[in-house]
């Protein structure tokens, strides 16, 4: 093997490595009781369009959206019912993380009742 072929070999291990270990929050960020994450919505895209907490957190989502619309998160219908939101009027949303996994973040702009997908949500294993 040559030194270009190792040193080619070496970089895509530690990009790799890099990838694998940034996949979670820190044990530090788990062991916050509760998390508030601030949203910006507009018709097409949220920001940051993958919020994520840990298993068992308190949660509250400040939404501000651009845009009239309703606001759902799949998987989590019974702690986050889909919510009517309007532009120019913050709202909150407050749950417990009770399930780990990423969950489709939609939004249904009244123009669109059909849904646009727009981020995921994701609960991490403390």
Same mark, same amino acid.
């Given at each position: 093997?040559?030194?270009?072929?190792?040193?080619?070999l070496?970089?895509?291990?530690?990009?790799?490595?890099?990838?694998?270990?940034d996949?979670?929050?820190?044990?530090?960020?788990?062991?916050?009781?509760?998390?508030?994450?601030?949203?910006?919505?507009?018709? *097409?895209?949220l920001?940051? +369009?993958? @919020? &994520?907490?840990?298993?068992?957190?308190?949660? =509250?989502l400040i939404?501000?959206?651009?845009?009239?619309g309703?606001?759902?998160?799949?998987?989590?219908?019974?702690e986050?019912?889909?919510?009517?939101?309007?532009?120019?009027e913050?709202?909150?949303?407050?749950?417990?993380?009770?399930r780990?996994?990423?969950?489709?973040? *939609?939004?249904?702009?009244? +123009?669109? @009742? &059909?849904?646009?997908?727009?981020?995921?949500? =994701?609960?991490?294993?403390?």
């Amino acid at each position: 093997m040559n030194r270009r072929t190792s040193a080619t070999l070496a970089s895509a291990l530690l990009l790799l490595t890099a990838c694998v270990e940034d996949s979670g929050p820190d044990a530090e960020a788990c062991a916050a009781p509760a998390v508030e994450i601030e949203l910006a919505l507009s018709a *097409e895209a949220l920001e940051p +369009d993958d @919020p &994520a907490v840990c298993r068992d957190q308190e949660v =509250t989502l400040i939404i501000s959206p651009e845009v009239d619309g309703v606001f759902h998160i799949h998987g989590y219908d019974e702690e986050v019912p889909a919510t009517e939101v309007r532009s120019g009027e913050v709202s909150e949303l407050r749950f417990t993380a009770a399930r780990s996994g990423q969950f489709p973040i *939609e939004l249904h702009p009244l +123009d669109n @009742p &059909a849904g646009v997908d727009i981020g995921f949500f =994701t609960v991490h294993e403390p």
